[in-house]
């Protein structure tokens, strides 16, 4: 018998694990730390284990962040990130969803699903582009990271 | 689990991650991944702020057929309706499938986005109930599009039970005649005491009063005497076959031979007390299970909670063999045996044998759990088949219950011809 629960989100997660991959794949201990959150994170979504998403979604942010260290565009660390943000979330679809359906049909919640998410994440990641401006490289890194340590400030305070 | 909206922490760690990526960015002075985090905080502030759709939804259950006889399968239909205005994007039902069921062909949840004023629907099939099975009502679980807050809740849903209706307790299975003394209800072919006529003879001097045909005296002076077919109540135990060796079935997710004996044992146990036959309950297990043959209303409720609840029936491998010989020496005399067992091997056959050996009019029902997918399984259904027929040979009256089949439908065969 072959269950197609959380195939739509678990190929979602690999396209967007495989994106991330060759964006954000720009130096060797970059492009290592891609493939090894791509294989996990086929485990993880075959075995559904949350856990295992989780150490894909946190090797991806590494590659990410090994690529921006290595001097990648701020265009590449911005898809890179939304990417991994997109593999992780429908990683974690595809596994929750076998074990809240087990074999239910689920292809549109999936679709759904996959299509709000990456149109949720596509918009933030414009958004956080524009608010930034485009002569991003000049602003001073100090004043950047205090506005954002002020909007983690802000979001934490919105608790309801 | 509880109702109300929970978050499910999907993003959890999101803000962590945000804070590396400034960390990291301000001490390596690498301005992009400043500006990583502020994605972060873009996405951890819907995640904070996302709201949980109205689960303004009513869900219909549609059972076919209403009123099933016994063993057979029942397709349930559940169909969920937005009512709401707004769009849910994900929404998951769960229906409250009875735990005495069993679902055997599809699914009883479903996963959807819908409308409003849509409706999406799944169609289950489920077996194996014995009686009337009420549904829980359905839990309803909906989310926000990236599944970060989710509101749970439950919906009662309409028509909340199915009741299987079992065969009427002289349809049931044709007893094989015993030796017995108390007029009931297996004809016997010879006239006596009973309660249809059967033939009208001369008068003895001895026979009772009450049975002299008054009318013909009063119309030729002749005194003559009703004969009534001589019908006997039988004393009936009914043995299930648990051992887990029984406990086959033609798929991995079908109703095992066990759980389909178990509910033709509930029939039976029901059934047949109303025609005046006293029914015991055995089981052909490890463990031991016993309840003396009895009529009552009190009897059969316990003969139920046996059949559903002693550990004898639930097919648990423990690697004894069971105690054959205490077993038959409980069995009261001359009983009649119903013998419930998919002989898929030789001991069930050869227990089948022994009843008949020690005096026992016995009847085997045996439910058909083979498949033919593979060539292993192939052979053990001739192999099965043989069995069968070797033991018709021997006298006994098997009948064999196919997959999928009403009981109903073996005891009208089982009528038919005769036995």
Redo the contacts between chains.
């Keep these: 018998?072959t269950a197609r629960?959380g195939l739509v989100c678990g190929g979602a997660a690999g396209l967007a694990g495989v994106a991330t991959l060759f964006v954000a794949g720009v130096g060797t201990a970059a492009t290592a730390a891609g493939v090894a959150a791509v294989v996990v994170l086929g485990g993880g979504v075959l075995v559904r284990s949350g856990r295992l998403v989780?150490l894909a979604g946190a090797a991806l942010?590494l590659e990410?962040?090994v690529a921006?260290?290595q001097g990648?565009?701020?265009t590449?660390?911005?898809a890179g990130?939304?990417g991994t943000?997109l593999a992780w979330?429908f990683g974690?679809?595809a596994v929750?969803?076998r074990d809240?359906?087990?074999?239910?049909?689920?292809v549109?919640?999936?679709?759904?699903?996959v299509a709000?998410?990456t149109a949720?994440?596509g918009v933030?990641?414009a958004?956080?582009?524009l608010?930034?401006g485009v002569d991003?490289?000049r602003?001073p890194?100090?004043a950047?990271?205090s506005?954002?340590?002020g909007?983690?400030a802000?979001?934490?305070a919105?608790?309801? | 689990m509880s109702e109300g909206v929970q978050r499910t922490g999907r993003w959890f760690g999101l803000g962590g991650a945000a804070l590396v990526a400034v960390g990291v960015g301000l001490l390596a002075r690498v301005p992009a991944l400043v500006l990583l985090g502020g994605l972060g905080v873009t996405l951890g502030a819907y995640d904070r702020l996302a709201v949980a759709p109205a689960a303004d939804v009513t869900v219909r259950r549609s059972i076919t057929p209403p009123e099933p006889s016994l063993g057979e399968r029942v397709t349930v239909a559940l169909t969920v309706r937005n009512d709401g205005d707004r769009t849910i994007p994900d929404l998951r039902v769960a229906d409250g499938v009875p735990d005495t069921v069993r679902v055997v062909e599809g699914s009883a949840s479903l996963g959807t986005a819908l409308r409003p004023g849509a409706e999406a629907t799944v169609t289950y099939e489920i077996a194996g109930g014995t009686d009337r099975c009420v549904f829980e009502p359905a839990t309803v679980v909906v989310r926000d599009v990236v599944g970060v807050v989710a509101r749970r809740t439950r919906v009662a849903v309409e028509p909340d039970a199915v009741t299987w209706e079992r065969p009427a307790g002289s349809a049931l299975l044709p007893l094989v005649p015993a030796v017995a003394r108390r007029p009931g209800a297996v004809p016997v072919d010879e006239g006596g005491e009973g309660v249809s006529f059967y033939a009208v003879r001369e008068h003895r001097s001895n026979d009772p009063l009450s049975r002299v045909d008054w009318n013909r005296y009063a119309r030729t002076g002749d005194l003559s005497t009703v004969e009534f077919r001589r019908e006997q109540s039988a004393t009936v135990v009914v043995v299930v076959d648990a051992r887990a060796a029984a406990a086959v079935a033609p798929r991995p997710d079908a109703e095992t031979a066990v759980e389909r004996s178990t509910a033709a044992a509930v029939a039976l146990v029901e059934g047949l007390p109303e025609d005046g036959h006293a029914v015991g309950i055995a089981a052909y297990s490890p463990q031991r299970a016993w309840l003396d043959p009895g009529t009552t209303e009190v009897h059969r409720r316990r003969a139920r909670e046996l059949l559903r609840t002693d550990r004898a029936f639930t097919a648990t491998p423990d690697g004894r063999e069971p105690d054959v010989r205490r077993l038959l020496a409980r069995l009261p005399t001359a009983a009649n045996v119903v013998f419930l067992s998919p002989l898929c091997d030789d001991d069930a056959a050869a227990f089948a044998r022994r009843l008949a050996a020690n005096g026992h009019p016995v009847t085997v029902v045996s439910p058909d759990p083979t498949a033919a997918d593979t060539a292993g399984h192939r052979l053990a259904r001739l192999e099965r088949a043989e069995r069968l027929r070797l033991l018709r040979a021997a006298g006994l009256a098997v009948h064999d219950w196919g997959p999928n089949e009403a009981l109903r439908r073996v005891t009208e065969r089982a009528w038919r011809d005769g036995r």
């Design positions: 018998m629960t989780d942010f990410v962040l921006a260290l990648a565009s701020a590449t660390v911005l990130g939304g943000v979330t974690h679809a929750d969803l809240d359906l087990g074999t239910g049909p689920s549109t919640v999936e679709s759904a699903h709000g998410t949720l994440v933030a990641v958004v956080t582009t608010l930034f991003v490289p602003l890194p100090l950047l990271a506005v954002v340590l909007a983690i802000l979001t934490a919105l608790r309801r």
